[in-house]
């Protein structure tokens, strides 16, 4: 037995040798330069040692194999070149792996992704554990990477260039029977008979067709005409998803598999490291990478107060079985915790119960879930019209009609029926907390969760806490909303929190740009070339204009910013152009789809048309909300700029790609856009005026991530 640097080598009596990755003082293994460099050692010695029959790779975490390549040594290099060297030495040692003299078997359990995922290809054989912990992916295009391990080599040779892309293209991760079922791993069993299941491949050491050597497969390979059929079909719903978006990472990895499935490995690996280096310098994966650094210290340090310990949540209920109580409902049953669901008739309770089964029907059609979990998830979730049983709950989520008199009057029906310790949140997305709050017996365990609509696809839960919420009351709702796998960004209660807050500031200036007299569709345009998943009239119409305006309204009562974004939505709630619900907002829907409407103008009544172009509509909408997220600082609302940043990507579909709404900020430079906003203010009016966490920052020529 024996230790490099989180390599450990043992030796069994049997002449089998496992080779546990641990990475000291780390939760999770990574693939440092160092932990590779010992792992290429380790596989010297024993590629000279007599007397092995086969080797066992494992992990000395609990729920971790091999998370990935270390992002931060990603972020270090400088240039391509570095990167393309880096690729090549992990190459190298992968493929050193493959050649070992004697079979080897990866024993996964818990997350093998990127390259993780890259190790267990050059393994003989893999077996999983059917764990939910276990998840086997390659997520480098979500860092605007590919792989570069062999990942783009490997993988299509052992599973086809089908399901290939398919993981290559979406890094998307896979549950262990996925796996099994496309034939990236040989064998899944329960974690416990894992090593023994791994010892028996070793010594039986069947000999396995890959699916990569079907004949289609093979025809894929060899006829360049057919390949590319496939290439193309998979590069347009590439395009249809990414929207013209600068994700370069993708595309380039559908080339090298154009160019080289089928070929020379060797020359397939070179082809593969080149296009890395060139990637891992790509504004692009700057960008993302930054973002992944913020969401894995959020999920580490979410900015809770000081003091509070979370405490555990085993049984939760919902009241009110809307869109929202539904959604919420499904997300905590899927942790594994019962839900009891409660309204105040059976008919809302039914079609709350039907639109989570919706939810999770439309999963597995997708293949994204099987058929038992959807039983399973559907029986923790208990309706009730009663309070019966919420003695014993520990966390409830208050979901019903947006009316500041109901929800009072609900929290105090759920004060009276809960036990002392149960925390109380509301899922209210305009009403003030503390105001709400102000009837409480324990103020203290009372706060906001604000969920966003629909539940089961948005990851952010904004975590509202009020003066009087207690430490222990915001860190249990943020372990809580990690749980269900969400992330959590903790805020202070001003009207429309965060991501509201920021997000009127931006449709409220698209409203005045429409007074002014440009087309919408011209300003939708420009915002969906710049990234935006859709432009502000269509999202509006969306959202609906009777919540729009109401939320609008709060937001001018507060800050007195937008009066006449407020009368226009107003106006069109009122001639009942309430969006895509009724098939009639600032566009007219036709089977779905937006068409512009010719009569929007009467409504609308623009001062003449102007055509801005589309650099100058961005700046017009998007510095607004850069002042805006400057004034939350100010005010604490949110404590860092990370917070805005992965507020407005997971919130609103801010593009990933641009890094984040104060980062993009940074990239124009802050004094420049100080003189934008003042320009602005001169021409528009004064609620364009620069913030003065902005004027100092030009002062002390500060950056928000400097
Ligand atoms: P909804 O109208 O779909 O559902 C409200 C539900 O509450 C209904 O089923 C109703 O029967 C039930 N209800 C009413 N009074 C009740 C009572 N006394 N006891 C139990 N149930 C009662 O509404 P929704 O869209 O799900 O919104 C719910 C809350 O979530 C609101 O506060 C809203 O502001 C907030 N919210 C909504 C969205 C969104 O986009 N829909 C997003 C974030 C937050």
Known sequence: MGTLAGIEKIREADGIVRIRFDSPDARVNTLTERILMAFQECLEELANEAGIRGILIESGKTANFIAGADV???????????????????????????????????????????????????????????????????????????????????????????????????????????????????????????????????????????????????????????????????????????KGGDYPAPFRALRILQETYGGDLDQGLRVEARALGELALTPTAKNLMALFDLNSRQRRNPGLP???????????????????????????AGKGAQVRMKDVAVEPLARGLREAHRILASQVRRKRRTRRDLRDRMARIQPTLSYSGFRCIDFVVEAVFEDLELKRRILREIESNVSPECLIATNTSS????????????????????????????????????????????ATAAEMVKEIRKVPIVVRDRPGFLVNRLLMAYLGEALHLLEEGAELTRVDRALERFGMPMGPFRLLDQVGMDVASRVARTLNEAYGRGESAVELLEKLAAAKRFGVKNGKGFYLYQDGKPVPDPEIDQLVRPQGRIRPAGEEIC???????????????????????????????LGTGFPPFRGGLLRYADGIGIGKIVSLLEVMASRYGERMAPAELLLEMTRRKKNFFS
């Open 619 to 649: 700046l017009r909408t998007l510095l607004p909300m850069v002042n805006e997220a400057a004034r939350c600082l100010e005010e604490e609302v949110v404590g860092r700029p990370g917070d805005v940043d992965l507020g407005m990507i």
């Open 431 to 474: 009403l003030p907390i503390g105001e709400i709050g102000r009837v409480a017996d324990h103020p203290g365990r009372f706060l906001g969760v604000h969920f966003f609509n629909p539940v089961h696809r948005m990851p952010l839960v904004e975590i509202v806490a009020t003066d009087r919420t207690d430490p222990w009351a915001v």
């Open 306 to 332: 000081e003091g509070g310990k979370a405490r555990p949540v085993r049984r939760a209920a919902v009241v009110g079985a809307g869109i929202m109580g539904a959604g919420i409902a499904l997300a905590i």
């Open 72 to 242: 931060r040594e990603i972020q270090t290099l400088s240039t391509s070149l570095e990167a393309e060297t880096k690729a090549r030495l992990g190459q190298k040692i992968f493929s050193r792996l493959a050649a070992m003299p004697v079979p080897v078997a990866a024993v996964i359990h818990g997350t093998c992704l990127g390259g993780g995922t890259e190790l267990i290809l050059a393994c003989t054989y893999r077996i999983a554990s059917d764990d939910p912990s276990t998840r086997i992916g390659l997520p480098e295009v979500r860092l605007g990477i590919i792989p570069g391990f062999g990942g783009t080599q490997r993988l299509p040779r052992l599973v086809g260039l089908r399901s290939a892309l398919d993981l290559i293209l979406t890094g998307r991760e896979l549950r262990a029977s996925a796996a099994l079922r496309i034939g990236l791993v040989d064998e899944v069993v329960p974690v416990e008979l894992l090593p023994a299941a791994a010892r028996r491949w070793i010594a039986d050491h069947p000999v396995r067709r890959p699916a990569g050597q079907r004949p289609l497969e093979r025809l894929f390979q060899r006829i360049g005409p057919l390949r590319s059929l496939v290439i193309s079909l998979a590069e347009r719903k590439l395009r249809e998803k990414l």
